[in-house]
């Protein structure tokens, strides 16, 4: 159940502390020559650095094993390989549940043979492999000049800037995805790192909610109910450890509209049908209509915590209380959204790929 | 790409003022004796009644053309078709574009060849079908000692009370069950209609959020990445329309809490292990925690208003305004709720069956 | 699991004496006039005529319920209803498993609710939504050139000539598309028929192979391994009641030769590379090699015979003996030629739009 | 594409002198011990050996990069890799096509970028992770008293005895799995090896037909139509390389039979359902009926053979001839039968989880 796609079909492997993780990428068309660079700035993107996340250095070296020859996709299935390194698995057990990690539901689940080091498949180091995906998916896109991008649109109860301020998407989606802590607004930067460092300090974490833009795609793709673009997005976004709520547009807000404020009329710009507002975020009936989409997503705040917490050891079946004490992000935010990118590129051209197949791909 | 379900598999059609429309639903096991009444009712309540709903009278007059016989399923796939009676055909032209519909993008994605009549495929009609799934799916999950409710949680501005002011759950969803017009707090339904009611006289009209609990569900169920049951979910709920935003748990607010306040601490109640708070919404890595899964769905405003809208007309390509004059909703929450309900119960089944196959089910 | 497909998905339902039977065709393209003379003309001949078939008469009346609105494809679900009508279900029943047929497994998969009547859903009537959808794709396949046909191979131990033996593919395909008792050589005519009434005079049934040829299909279509041309056309062949073999080229003979004589050499024809021989049936490695498609299909004897039959009576659990009286067809092979043909043509198309998607598609 | 299964997803990866080659099995329960035993036992019966196959040496050491901890599996993706190692890419080249290989078709859809090397993921090296597949499988489908086993029916016009003269299918299906060359009767073995150096002398190949059956397979398991025993097992069978055709029962050769022979007439023992006969091959209506699943399968010969042949450079788009220098397998037959096995064991794992989840492994 770590596979997804009917166009380009994915299978998900690995866990934290085991030999390695990776992914296979099924039915990329043969001759594309990979952007290496972009997939390492991506990966150094999500990459834990400076005193705002976990000192656990992981240098993300990955390897392929199949299907790229002579510098060029083969079309046969794209294996790629990330092995293990910085690991000390003695700093965690599965004598006491972690709250709100997947301690207790995969016990349950997998009988007590989950490979619970280090949180094992449920570890947020297994979407390392998705960020590649991302990249690979990124670089097919520019070929249709689509370009994706996010900014942590909040982190606490600090806010960015909208996306609705601002003129020039392509450029600002450019410099967001040049930075490995996207803001609309530079000066929320300092706030944003204060609030995660002041939840360092206090031994707690703190969430956030990231803003993305899917801005290019032409108007037509996508699939009334059960392909919809929403319903592809959120199964893969939902997909990503730590995610709570997904919204399209003006989402939730949207409710405390009238219609004739929520809709989106229409205009001729340029001989092209367009929409004065998006509230609807680019999607109508499930398919895009030519507008950015845009849709937001929830980051709960990071579920290990140096406070002590009770909790149950279920071993013995006693209450108990637990400090976690190994080596933990305060906010995985500012990481997370490199991912959120990721799964937001390979569902777009997988959407794509349903409808067109790959022909199109150079 | 009207198909979805590994386990049980379904595949939905029709068009609002086509011949019919319709579902099939493979793989439910023979022997199962249908609870048409529980049907009818579930179909009584997503019916449009009284004022506030549009004055379109569909019966919902289902036959169910294969896949049953002498009183059972037979095992085989399961056909019910509904035919279209009242459609008023002549009040719809799809030379207008309706803002916020699916007319732009379907007329772009079916080359201008899409039924457009009362929104065709796209039209809130075709969740008919879906909500006789979900009286479906309850049956088999009563068996499971599942159940699955929803409550109006608001209507524009106004709101409900919480799930999380109760003790009771179970009587509390029975209780939701019975209603068309399902609330915690009886004393704000005065208020919900009203609020219609001023939409509809203003010739506007207005959404909502809805609430779920599936109650029941023991842990371990679901799965790590893209078969979590969130992404399951998330997915099919996306797929009805009007649909903006899904959260699970806590969802976007727990955004602005701690650690320490988000997560959810595990004790020891009669030698089962619970969370004294439930801000991850009964999931935790994509898997059942036993809690109560909750979740809320955004509606938005119904896209049909009375009011005139600016739009374009795609036949001539000029800029132009609309009024619509046909039979309109000035809400969908109180109909929609319904369609949510059905997709958790289908959803919740899927979960299930892909797990544990479909030996359990008498 | 009566769905298949991931480009062209399908679902088939409907038992021999229910309701109705039927199939629903998922994502063909908007705008197709659909060919209904040349679907009439399909029906027409897997319908049974003449001596040699059943007597049952079923017009097989079909009215297409969703998805096709002005003479065009809507682009959504398109759903084909065929409603039973000349049944007869007092000839049958239950109690005596009839040998070779499916009333034993399907007794013991569906737990004695399977619908029975007229063998239900195993009934080789279910098999005439496949014809439509035959004729469906052969009308899309038409467009890249594409022709498919077959001939009666042989009938018992009487065999038509090879395909081999001619020059000019295209116009007997076109030829043998035009008849519904298909062969090669017309002088084998008689001899198929008198077999075949020889076994209805005696109260017995007749078997025989199919062969059949994919032209036009250009080179590199298919995939190695679980998605190769053979897998995908033998899982539907495979899906035909009463077939029990497939093989593709030379087949179970080609096990007789050396690798010198097996081998297709290559050489250049007009600027292309061709194969001299075809003995691997225009596949190597699952990929088409655009040498014509070959394969032939073994259709077992009609199980229904009127001679006496030893078997139990699954109430009793007694043996007992059997002679069937109802309307039986002494051979199936000329009607279930069509079928395979059909199934052929669903094939080559999902096949293609794997690939390429439908924008290909006029 | 190089995906399968809808209840134990596979994705088969690599190529013959890339990196490495692979699998990953998702959805395995967790608490699994694997039998490493029965793997290395069922690897070493497929290494080439002696000499009657390529002296290529492969020592086929596979390592579990994921899903396995502390001695079982974990319930997440398992996946195996081997790397290559006794590689000489120089024997190999593109320009000239190998006759009946894959050379021309991969080189057509692959746009010239597919790994030509060792014919790269076309190579029967690729099956060794399915033999893992199916030695896994065959673990847990002991577990319900199910054995599979095959003997080599024939080696060119050289045949072995039939199963059915034999009473103890399970005895001589043990014996068939400890030999890597098996056979009913061991007096052919010396013809069959005979025939095999003779074709090596002469520079030539031979192929044969394996003979497999499937004992203990409970009735009423598979499904009519898209997923019918038969569709699975030819599916997964004609993936694999050289084969040809796939006959169930007495497949081809029933339809030389009236109904009244191939028929199989029912009776009772012990209190069980049984057929007298077994013409079927275990299965009608696409569901196992109990009796013994039986079924055929031809492998052409070698495709690559030391004898000259025409082909074609297609570089220069010249005609030319070609010998073949590498280390060749006169005869894969032997070879291959370990490789059916393994899909035999997974088709029927598969058909079995499909129906009963996963609840039933220990």
């Not at 803003?211 to 795609?217: A, D, F, P, Q």
């Not at 009334?224 to 976004?237: V, Y």
């Amino acid at each position: 159940m770590s596979t997804f796609g009917k166009a380009i079909e994915i299978n998900l492997f690995g866990e934290s502390h085991g030999d390695s993780i990776g992914i296979i990428i099924n039915n990329l068309p043969a001759g594309i020559k990979l952007d290496f660079a972009n997939i390492d700035h991506e990966l150094y993107k999500r990459r834990p650095k400076s005193n705002i996340s976990t000192p656990r250095q992981e240098k993300d070296e990955y390897k392929i094993i199949s299907g790229y020859y002579n510098d060029y996709t083969t079309g046969t299935p794209l294996t790629i390989v990330i092995e293990n390194k910085d690991t000390r698995s003695k700093d965690y057990s599965n004598d006491f549940l972690r709250p709100s990690h997947a301690d207790f539901t995969s016990h349950v689940k997998y009988n007590g043979f989950e490979d619970y080091r280090g949180s094992g498949h449920f570890s947020g180091r297994i979407t390392t492999p998705l960020v590649i995906l991302g990249a690979i998916s990124n670089q097919l896109l520019k070929q249709k000049g689509i370009i994706i991008g996010s900014h942590i649109d909040s982190i606490k109860d600090i806010e960015d800037n909208e996306f609705s301020d601002y003129k020039s998407f392509e450029s600002i989606l450019k410099t967001l995805n040049s930075s490995d802590f996207p803001v609309l607004n530079e000066n929320i930067v300092k706030s944003y790192k204060e609030t995660i460092l002041r939840a360092k300090e206090n031994k707690n974490s703190v969430g956030g909610i990231i803003e993305t833009m899917i801005l290019g795609l032409n108007p037509g793709y996508g699939n009334p109910f059960f392909n919809s673009i929403e319903s592809t997005l959120a199964h893969l976004l939902f997909s990503v450890p730590a995610v709570k709520g997904v919204e399209f547009g003006k989402g939730f807000s949207i409710t405390k509209l009238c219609g004739s404020e929520a809709n989106d009329e229409f205009y001729i710009d340029n001989n092209t049908i367009k929409t004065r507002t998006n509230n609807s975020g680019g999607i109508q009936g499930g398919i895009s209509n030519g507008m950015p989409i845009t849709f937001k997503t929830a980051i709960k705040p990071t579920a290990s915590i140096g406070l002590p917490q009770k909790t149950v050891n279920i071993d013995t079946m006693e209450e108990t209380s637990l400090s976690l004490l190994g080596r933990h992000d305060p906010a995985i935010v500012h990481r997370v959204i490199h991912v959120i990118n990721a799964m937001a590129s390979y569902a777009t051209l997988e959407i794509i790929c349903r409808n067109e197949g790959f022909s199109w791909i150079k």
